[in-house]
């Protein structure tokens, strides 16, 4: 099953690469990680998707508890929680395309936040699944380059992931 | 005052109260070595080969209850103690390796002896840091040696730039240490504690299984009582040999892969068993599936929360050091009117008496050949029992574990997790330095002595009067059993042929040889290389080169799936 694992680790230098080590040391999947400092800049906050039974859950968990660096770990997937990922896509906009690309972009509440005679960059925030319907409405082809962040998760109400 | 951040490492050893350091010198910790010399508190054994550094400090500390320090230079001084710190990492043992590395301005430039410590050695480390202000040298050793300490226990590696060694810096070594990111649970939840005792008092065939644990805590003295109290069958893991009185008749022997018979069915037919500082790897369960296929009731204490329901599904899990956890187990039980159930615990030990009928240690003595189990069992007669034995890997090895009764912990040394051949003589010398009368016999193989060989100089030049027992059997033993029972008596490179001369090798380093060929000289020269307290003797038995280790629960096969010596 799908989990998103959140937590908050030293600000230091190898943090990430232990983590990361961790994941391919011990064969866990990663389907994305991305990390950054909080409003505590000796913290920072990773946000890890990953999948497995709820044996190898429970590991993962474990083991990235175990790190000297991890502060504390929540999976999100426990409990109520929200989840985001950006993505910026830049497509091939002439012609028709042109105006069918911005009619569907608005349609998902994208933004298109640059643009050239021949391109638009467009800009999407959402669920994952929302991001690849997304790339499921446009034409393929016309698609130039992705780039997503993988996804980020926050708890809802008083579920707090704080020191 | 300010001091250089030599003078600081050094200074923080001092205040750690270390009294041996293990290492070799080299460009990068020229400071370090500088500072040194100029003190005599901390002692510096200079061995042959760092690998040797970390298994010296490495049996330094297995045999004491104190964390072992090595010191290497950077680049292929920190490549060559990556085996030993590895060693020290399967089997939790409290160590700092402190690494030199390039100067600062250098990192990263592909510089002369640069190696990135820090990355070659996260997978096999507790932690590790890159120390690159001399002002954080006191505090990052404080931290490591808390580290390598508290917990579940293992190495610690500090990198110090050449730079960083040499820079100035205000000195006070910090009286505590506060890590916001670890806080080990030292002590077991009470419910849980109580949950467990009332499983253990209403079994009917309880088994106690204890592993390196219960050495690393401390906690013989308490896993005995909670044994005696239970009148469970109580097995040891490898790692676990001494946590409790191998002549106590409740003690059914070590399991696992070349287990008993009585241990691994007790295992194996048991409904509660209490598995204490262990972790049910492969070699102990074998098959996992064929574990899990009879229902029991597990109860599992362990300091380290990862190592619970990792390859087994628990009942209950006791997360807390195991000392800790079984005092307060032992003082709910006392205080229990109920008493374990008397009727049901004699069918269990019937039921244990008839697999130990199997008697599954035995094996037919040779008036001809030199038999191994004989060399050890005679090496029990002649050190009383009390003897230090590390051992190299290999069937020597299980033959050690399963014929040297050990009645204390901290008796036996051994790789247990990585099986690092290599590993014996090097922590033979590290045991003997930490305990400067004691009887320490290092049993090893012609295979693995010859994988550190070179630390017989080091034995010379500080006096380290051990016995090696080398059980030469010109084969690779375990490997070459393997090809016999798996792979159609092929033995693929399993023979060694060309062996030096043992003998006149030890006597060359300055020391005794003596080579036993005839199972009738085995005694007279055992007594003899003990009676040498002051000499460092290599006894070079040649053993019956097709003898084999049994039992055998082969890889993959179930505890109960056994191969007996006498199904052959």
Redesign the interface.
Same mark, same amino acid.
């Given at each position: 099953m799908r989990h998103i694992i959140s937590l908050l680790m030293e600000n230091e230098a190898g943090a990430l690469s232990r983590v990361a080590g961790l994941f391919s040391a011990r064969g866990y999947n990663i389907e994305s990680l991305n990390v950054a400092p909080t409003e505590d800049p000796t913290l920072s906050r990773m946000t890890i998707v990953t999948s497995g039974s709820d044996e190898v859950i429970e590991q993962i968990n474990k083991q990235l508890n175990k790190l000297v660096d991890v502060v504390t770990v929540m999976d999100l997937t426990d409990g109520d929680h929200i989840e985001r990922e950006l993505m910026l896509v830049k497509v091939h906009a002439v012609g028709d395309a042109r105006e069918e690309l911005k009619r569907i972009a608005d349609i998902f509440r994208g933004r298109i936040i640059d643009v050239s005679d021949k391109s638009y960059t467009i800009e999407l925030t959402g669920a994952g699944s929302k991001l690849d319907s997304f790339l499921l409405a446009i034409d393929h082809s016309l698609i130039l380059e992705t780039v997503r962040s993988g996804a980020s998760g926050i708890g809802r109400g008083e579920r707090i992931l704080k020191l | 005052m300010e001091l250089t951040g030599a003078e600081i490492t050094i200074r923080c050893l001092q205040e750690e109260g270390v009294e041996y350091i293990f290492g070799y010198p080299g460009g990068a910790v020229l400071f370090i070595y500088d500072e040194l010399f100029k003190q005599d508190k901390v002692k510096h054994v200079l061995v042959r080969h760092e690998q040797a550094a970390v298994h010296a400090a490495d049996g330094y500390a297995r045999s004491t209850d104190k964390v072992g320090v090595a010191l290497v230079t950077s680049g292929p001084g920190v490549t060559n103690a990556v085996t030993g710190i590895a060693t020290a990492y399967l089997d939790s043992i409290p160590m700092v390796v402190i690494s030199g590395q390039v100067p600062t301005s250098f990192i990263g430039e592909d510089a002369f002896q640069e190696v990135d410590a820090?990355?070659i050695t996260?997978?096999c480390v $507790?932690?590790n840091f !890159?120390v690159k202000d001399a002002k954080d040298i006191a505090s990052t050793l404080k931290k490591a040696f808390y !580290?390598a300490k508290s917990g579940r226990p293992g190495p610690v590696l500090v990198d110090i730039p050449k730079d960083v060694s040499n820079q100035k810096a205000e000195f006070s070594y910090p009286a505590t240490v506060n890590?916001?990111?670890?806080n080990p649970q030292v002590k077991g939840d009470i419910g849980q504690i109580k949950h467990a005792a009332q499983m253990l008092l209403e079994a009917k065939r309880p088994m106690v299984y204890a592993g390196g644990g219960v050495i690393l805590s401390d906690a013989a003295k308490q896993l005995t009582e909670l044994v005696r109290l239970l009148g469970a069958p109580c097995t040891n893991t490898l790692m676990g040999l001494g946590g409790f009185p191998a002549s106590d008749k409740q003690f059914v022997g070590m399991l696992g892969m070349h287990g008993t018979y009585e241990a691994n069915m007790g295992m194996q037919n048991c409904d509660v068993l209490l598995a204490v500082g262990a972790r049910f790897d492969d070699r102990v369960i074998g098959n996992v599936g064929h574990f899990n296929s009879v229902p029991r009731k597990i109860i599992h204490i362990d300091i380290?929360?990862?190592s619970i329901? $990792?390859r087994v $599904?628990v009942d209950v899990s006791i997360v807390g050091d195991v000392s800790n956890v079984l005092t307060d187990m032992l003082a709910v039980l006392n205080s229990s009117k109920q008493k374990p159930e008397e009727a049901a615990l004699k069918n269990w030990w019937k039921q244990i008496a008839e697999w130990r009928g199997a008697n599954s240690l035995s094996y037919k003595n040779s008036s001809e050949l030199i038999k191994p189990q004989y060399v050890i069992e005679t090496l029990h007669k002649i050190t009383q029992g009390d003897a230090f034995v590390v051992s190299d890997v290999g069937q020597h090895q299980m033959w050690a574990a399963q014929y040297y009764k050990f009645n204390q912990p901290r008796r036996w040394i051994n790789s247990g997790g990585l099986g690092t051949m290599g590993f014996g003589l090097p922590a033979a010398m590290g045991v003997q330095l930490a305990h400067p009368g004691a009887t320490v016999a290092c049993v090893t193989g012609e295979g693995s002595i010859q994988m550190n060989i070179q630390e017989l100089s080091t034995c010379k030049q500080y006096n380290v009067p051990i016995k090696i027992i080398a059980l030469n059997n010109r084969y690779l033993g375990m490997v070459r059993q393997w090809q016999e029972f798996f792979h159609g008596n092929r033995y693929s490179h399993s023979y060694m042929d060309a062996l030096p001369d043992f003998v006149k090798l030890a006597e060359a380093y300055g020391h005794v040889g003596i080579l036993v060929e005839k199972p009738s000289d085995v005694e007279g020269a055992l007594k003899e290389a003990f009676a040498r307290k002051d000499d460092l003797v290599f006894l070079d038995f040649r053993t019956d080169s097709t003898e084999n280790v049994y039992p055998m629960v082969p890889g993959g096969k179930g505890l109960s799936e056994v191969i007996l010596a006498e199904d052959l």
């Open positions: - | 820090v990355g996260r997978p $507790k932690h !890159l !580290l890590i916001r990111s670890y380290d929360p990862a329901s $990792k $599904k």
